[in-house]
């Protein structure tokens, strides 16, 4: 009788015991299961991979922006504000630009809303969730921005940015303030890519060409000096501005630029015959530019728009200056002797 006992009794001890290893295994796993349930309920917070909002950005004048919700409606007063928000991906909600807005082609069909001295009237009728404003424009549209801010519209003042490193951070600011800010970082990337290749290229110049940069033709002659854009990519690709002496933008005479006997001369402004103009100078038969047709046209959008086309910009500078290093600009870039072969085709 005592060994029948025992026997149940070692049976009743196993199957207590798989039991027990068996709980303890289901309970070993409760943690992964909670985790694995956690992870879930945090990617079912942002389905869709959208960027969260709200937002919270500080503008060039100080004033601090917060934005609850993705803007459905903006109004865009410069163009390389407007550029911007075309290449983040929010032209759709661009329901206003400026005036001299051109690029890209569809904001030819989106409501003009002004120049510097800006409709507010009409601003405020369109209902913007958001007004992208320049730090340039200020000395002329201070009071209509803040006859804006009083209507109760959110204005976001973009900084003038000075640099390539103050353009990156301008696209990164937009781009957060739309909702597309893995799309600004992404163009931000590929103009620091673009800017790379361009710096590494000028490493082959030998000797640097002297340029002088025509931003507005006779008789009154502007150019920029030190401490501008333009300067910035003569530095980067190992030219000299002719001008370099002279801060910020100043007018030269005809005979200063024949003095300082430039090699290159840029144009930037008008179409193919203001580098005709330029050939047919009365004393400019001397200068190096001249006798050796290295005068240029570059598109002046490209260079002094802060925005994504920026790094092309540089790039078009760079193969009218050194086109034997860069190339030869493929439309961006035009130069007598292409003329004379176009109109030979």
């Known amino acids: 009788m005592s060994n029948r006992w025992m026997k149940w009794l070692a049976v009743f001890l196993a199957a207590l015991l798989l039991t027990a290893c068996g709980s303890g295994k289901d309970n070993a796993n409760e943690p992964q299961m909670k985790q694995e ?15 969260a909002f709200p937002v919270t950005e500080t503008d060039a004048v100080g004033n601090e922006i917060t934005l609850d919700k993705q803007p459905e409606k903006i109004v865009s007063m410069i ?30 069909d989106i409501e003009k809303i002004g120049g510097q001295e800006f ?29 804006l801010r ?11 940015a000075a640099d390539f490193d103050e ?7 937009i781009g957060k303030l739309t909702g597309h800010e893995d799309k600004a970082e992404e163009i931000v990337e590929d103009m620091k890519a673009k800017v790379a290749e361009i710096e590494e290229k000028a490493k082959d110049v030998k000797e640097e060409k002297k340029v002088f940069v025509e931003t507005s033709p ?72 001249i006798k050796e047709k290295e005068v240029v046209r570059v598109d002046e959008n490209t260079t002094s728009r802060t925005g994504p086309r920026l790094a ?10 050194y086109p034997e290093i860069f190339g030869d600009g493929q439309g961006d870039v035009q130069n007598d002797d292409e003329d004379e072969e176009d109109q030979a085709a």
């Open 37 to 51: 349930e956690g992870t879930a309920d945090k990617q079912d917070d942002n389905p869709s991979g959208k960027q």
């Open 79 to 108: 163009p390389s504000n407007t550029e911007i928000l075309f290449a983040v991906g929010a032209g759709d909600t661009v329901v206003g630009v400026g005036d001299y807005d051109d690029y890209p082609a569809e904001v030819q």
């Open 119 to 147: 409709n507010v009237e009409k601003i405020i009728g369109l209902a913007p969730d958001i007004v992208f404003a320049h730090e340039s424009a200020l000395s002329m549209g201070e009071e209509g921005l803040q006859q």
């Open 150 to 160: 009083d209507a109760g519209l959110t204005v976001f003042v973009v900084k003038n």
């Open 167 to 173: 353009t990156y951070s301008t696209i990164g600011q």
């Open 218 to 289: 006779a008789p009154e002659i502007y150019t920029p000096g030190s401490g501008t854009f333009m300067q910035q990519f003569l530095d980067m690709i190992h030219a000299e501005n002719v001008a370099g002496d002279q801060e910020g933008w100043v007018m030269m005479d005809p005979e200063e630029i024949v003095n300082r006997n430039p090699d290159v001369i840029m144009v930037m402004y008008g179409d193919d015959s203001a580098v005709d103009a330029v050939y047919e100078r009365d004393g400019f038969g001397a200068v190096s530019a």
């Open 312 to 321: 092309d910009g540089l790039e078009a500078v760079a193969k009218a200056v």
